[in-house]
């Protein structure tokens, strides 16, 4: 129902900040809550920050909360995550994923993006 592609990846050195874009391309984009996730090397696929469809309501995992910042522009197709004060555990692949409902469960998304690698050196 909708096609995801994230930029904005890269390497920064730790205390730094970093901006992931979302883009969508489908139909109905703001009925779809958007989450992010993220996947280190050897480890599960997990939660980073979800947002709903009208972008008034936002949750975060707490390994995250109070640096990192989710967004949308609903009139753009965009999502987008804003990391600052980034820490080495922040390295993984970052992906962002489709909802109808909104959820911090994986199974609860039906769409994927590609991903996107960010790498915070020490």
């Known amino acids: 129902q909708v096609q995801l592609a994230e930029s904005g990846g890269g390497l920064v050195q730790a205390g730094g900040s970093l901006r992931l874009s979302c883009a969508a391309s489908?139909?109905?984009?703001?009925?779809?809550?958007m989450g992010w996730f993220r996947q280190a090397p050897g480890k599960e696929r997990e939660f980073v920050a979800v947002?709903?469809?009208?972008?008034?309501?936002?949750n975060y995992a707490d390994s995250v909360k109070g640096r990192f910042t989710i967004s949308r522009e609903n009139a753009k197709n965009l999502v987008y995550l804003q990391m600052n004060s980034l820490i080495p555990e922040d390295t993984a692949f970052y992906y962002c994923?489709?909802?109808?409902?909104?959820?911090?469960?994986?199974?609860?998304?039906?769409?994927w993006g590609q991903g996107t690698q960010v790498t915070v050196s020490s």
């Open positions: 994923a489709a909802s109808k409902t909104f959820s911090r469960y994986l199974a609860s998304y039906d769409s």
């Open positions: 489908g139909r109905t984009f703001s009925m779809y809550a």
């Open positions: 947002i709903s469809g009208s972008g008034f309501t936002k």
